[in-house]
Structure formats: C-alpha cells, structure tokens
C-alpha cells in the first residue's frame, strides 16, 4: 500500500469526507508531512475504488460546486487494519534491533546515525543529498 493510499484510508476511517477535506486532514494526520496534489488525490480514490476499498458516499452542492464524499467499505477498513499493524510490527522490530545495537560491546555512542555521519549535512535516510 502507498504511502498516499494508507494517509487517504486512515482521513477516511472515522467518517465519510470530500476531497478537499481528505486533503486537509492527510496533511494534518502527517504533521504536514504528506501533502498530496489533487490530481494524485483524485489518481489515489479511482484506485481505492477500483479496489472495493472505498465507495461514493454520496453527492452535495456546496456554495455552487458539487462535493462528492467517500468512505471506507468494510474491506476498506480491513486493509486499513491490516496495514496499520504491519507498520506497527515493522516499527517494533526496529524499535528492538536499535536497543540491541546500543547494548551491544563497542557500540557508537549514536548507534542510528553512526560516528561517520555528519548530521549538519542534511537529511540522508538513504534518500541522499538532493
């Protein structure tokens, strides 16, 4: 699942919403972090719905322009689930493998980031310098 496809189930989890609302709570779930474009926003819901993973929720006029409101189905909310935990699991793996590599004999004192790394010269995370 994509990154946009997981933010885009997880705005609609609790209720159904429009695309401009899914943009806006897609930014505000990822602490700005993820701002989608709306012609990716509109690619990520014809997928989804391909998919069976959400439907047309219904269609209202609003101040002259049409807004139509998705949700999640209810295998919606299962991949939703699904992925959800699998983040989790992954997390907790890496949780568990850095707190081994601190105990570990000769460990840095910054096991993440490495004596090698200089943290003044951007962000790295294998996506290297742009």
């Not at 105990?103 to 310098?129: D, F, I, R, Y």
Request: charged share 25%; proline share 5%.
């Amino acid at each position: 699942m994509t990154q946009a496809a997981f933010f885009v189930l997880t705005a609609l989890a609790d209720r159904p919403r429009h695309g401009y609302g899914i943009l806006r709570e897609v930014e505000e779930l990822s602490d700005g972090t993820v701002r989608l474009r709306v012609g990716t926003l509109y690619g990520v819901l014809d997928r989804l719905t391909a998919d069976g993973l959400i439907v047309l929720d219904r269609e209202e006029v609003h101040e002259g322009r049409l807004r139509r409101y998705y949700r999640l189905t209810d295998e919606g909310m299962r991949a939703l689930d699904a992925e959800a935990e699998r983040m989790a699991a992954g997390a907790s793996a890496a949780k568990e493998r850095i707190a081994e590599g601190r105990k570990a004999p000769g460990a840095a004192a910054n096991p993440v980031t490495g004596p090698s790394v200089n943290p003044s010269a951007g962000p790295g995370l294998a996506g290297g310098m742009a």
